[in-house]
């Protein structure tokens, strides 16, 4: 029976995130394990049509409101965080475990936020938790990384709300409802705003950038939060809008042709994210039943899968201290559960029969289909061909086989194998009973995975795939160095910008400042003696009688003044 | 890979390339692609080849740069 009482879930991650700090030691854990799952429970038991409403000055804000698309997508964020803290159980510092709630209560804030003021609140509430993760991992690298995301997030947010406070200056209101496609500017302003949180090429650059450079944990949680809640925020807001169609299939094909040139292992995985959320931007812009329903099963596929990943390759980092193709290779012998259950991630991404990505990544292709958008279709299999040849092939060929570079993991934290598990079993779980995932999606679904074409359609493609693959496998190993991406256009001009405002600018105040100086100098030496105007050189006080001018100097200049007066007398 | 993995793997490719000969045909799912015998098998090879030599070359082109690139400082 639902309870009653609508509790917003975001309150009780926040409330636990301001309270873990002050528990002892010990029992920050398990706490920061409970509070999730508190979070799980009640998202899970709310009612449907639930609201939760908050008075602030004239405005009527909704705070929580619950509908079946905002629970799916509160399910899966409850859920990765406790996947998350399970996976990060062994870590002590309060600082990263309060930040990693704290971010999850902006993630499932926004995802029931019925009003703009609360989405943007929430919104914003992600911004800064997941930046520290960022610089949590301590390098030079992740604090300079952390700062261009959190720069790049500030002007995302300020896009937003400009959009926002345009938007309720024109409309009158602040509920958060489906907009009209393209004919206003704030709406063009919003959705740049979401746009730059779901990764949308050319927005993406920040994905790519930072969360290789995030600690082990915390990009557990960066790959599952901030891109899926503005797919959600597309969803709620931006169905419908072809432009998205366009924007998603470049994203599916953008992160597969960068991730073939990644050597770091979590950076092939970030493409990827790009490469996945673009087949949920594509289902936005459909607009369907069906491709609203195929966007969101597949952002919980994804969640899933691709937090597992990650946990897969956070746990290669964490035993050997490497993320590089280049100095990686010959582990799996040494750590084969390690390799195994990433494998199951890798399937579900690739969209094998049995695994979570197969149930809902071909939902967003048949709503395609269905919407008559057949060169899409056969642009997002393309899209799939390459992430199978990645994250299926590439990544743990290049880790746990090929060359053997003689590195002896340490043992990972039994945690870390107990959360990967754990989504490894909700990845099967759905792959084997698609009913389970479907029963939660928004609209009543009309879909059948497990058909004869469907099934042949995809072993053909992905056995082709791994033939290729095999036949050029040395093509594709890692190479060292890096990538540039469209962050070029603002690391690369950060060096002139330094130079040119900074130290520019700081010689030019030296200059200036050296010459005022020399200048006053000068005066207070001319004030103590002002004859030396005339002198040249001379004593360097003032002394009458020195320097008093002769008598008729004075005659001179007073005859000659009397004269000047009559002349502008007359 | 041992010979009964390239078996395995062999039996799968060939089931799945006669599997389209016993689908039954359904008209509401009719691409122009669905015509073309083994036509996601090309395409699942091919594209896995376009996509290689395609980022190879951008790569190569102008994209990948040394590991320092961005700290000369």
Known sequence: ?570 | MNALRWTLLGTAAAASLLGEFILPVDPAHQDWWNGIPAFFAFYGFIGCLLIIVFAKSLGKLFLRKREDYYDAD
């Open chain 1, 1 to 570: 029976m639902p309870i009653d009482v609508a509790i917003p879930p975001a309150l009780i991650l926040l409330a636990g995130a301001l309270l873990l700090p002050l528990l002892p030691r010990g029992f920050r854990s398990p706490f920061s394990l409970i509070v999730p799952v508190c979070a799980l429970a009640v998202v899970w038991l709310a009612p449907e049509g639930a609201e939760v409403t908050a008075d602030l000055m004239d405005y009527r804000l909704v705070v929580f409101k619950v509908d079946r698309l905002s629970r799916v997508f509160g399910v899966i964020f409850a859920l990765i965080t406790v996947i998350g803290g399970l996976f990060a159980y062994h870590v002590r510092e309060a600082a990263k475990q309060a930040a990693a709630l704290l971010y999850a209560a902006g993630a499932l804030g926004v995802t029931f936020a019925g009003d703009y003021i609360t989405l943007f609140v929430f919104w914003e509430l992600m911004s800064l938790p997941s930046t520290y993760l960022i610089w949590a991992r301590g390098t030079r690298e992740s604090e300079k990384a952390g700062m261009r995301y959190l720069m790049f997030h500030v002007f995302g947010g300020g896009l937003l709300f400009a959009g926002i406070l345009m938007h309720v200056s024109e409309a009158r209101s602040l509920l958060v409802e489906p907009l009209a496609a393209g004919h206003s500017f704030s709406s063009w302003l919003i959705l740049a705003g979401v746009c730059l949180n779901a990764a949308v090429v050319p927005l993406h650059a920040w994905l790519a950038d930072a969360y290789p450079k995030a600690t082990v944990t915390g990009a557990v949680f960066m790959s599952a939060l901030t891109t899926k809640t503005a797919v959600y925020v597309l969803l709620r807001i931006f169905p419908g809008w072809e432009i998205l169609i366009t924007l998603g299939v470049l994203m599916a094909l953008y992160g597969v042709v960068f991730a073939v040139l990644a050597n770091d292992i979590r950076e092939i995985l970030a493409y990827h994210i790009i490469s996945q959320v673009g087949y949920m931007v594509t289902g936005a812009g459909i607009g369907t039943e069906m491709a609203i329903n195929g966007a969101s099963a597949h952002a919980f596929s994804h969640i899933l899968y691709k937090a597992l990943l990650f946990m897969g390759a956070g746990a290669v980092l964490h035993t050997t201290g490497k993320s590089k193709l280049t100095q990686l290779g010959g582990l799996g012998k040494k750590q084969p559960l390690v390799f195994w259950l990433y494998m199951v991630g890798a399937f579900s991404i690739s969209g094998f029969p049995l695994f979570n990505g197969f149930v809902s990544k071909s939902m967003v292709i048949a709503a395609a289909g269905a919407a008559h958008h057949q060169t899409v279709m056969l642009l997002l299999l393309l899209a799939s061909v390459g992430t199978f040849l990645h994250t299926g092939l590439k990544l743990p060929y290049g880790t746990w086989f090929g060359e053997d570079r003689g590195l002896f993991p340490k043992a990972p934290p039994r945690n870390m194998i107990l959360a990967m598990a754990a989504a490894a079993f909700f990845c099967t779980l759905h792959g084997v009973l698609p009913g389970l995932l479907y029963d939660m999606l928004p609209y009543k679904v009309h879909f059948a995975p497990y058909t004869l074409p469907h099934l042949v359609e995809t072993s053909q493609i992905l056995i082709f795939t791994f033939v290729a693959f095999w036949i050029y496998r040395a093509k594709v190993a890692g190479e060292a160095g890096i990538t540039l991406d469209v962050d070029w256009f603002y690391r690369r001009p950060a060096k002139w910008a330094q130079r040119l405002f900074l130290e520019d600018l700081e010689t030019a105040f030296n200059k200036v400042e050296t010459l005022g100086m020399n200048i006053a100098g000068k005066l207070s030496r001319l004030s103590k003696n002002p004859m030396l105007i005339f002198s040249g050189s001379g004593e360097k006080y003032f002394s009458p009688d020195k320097h008093r001018p002769a008598i008729h100097t004075l005659i001179v200049l007073a005859l000659l003044s009397f004269v000047l007066i009559s002349l502008w007398g007359l």
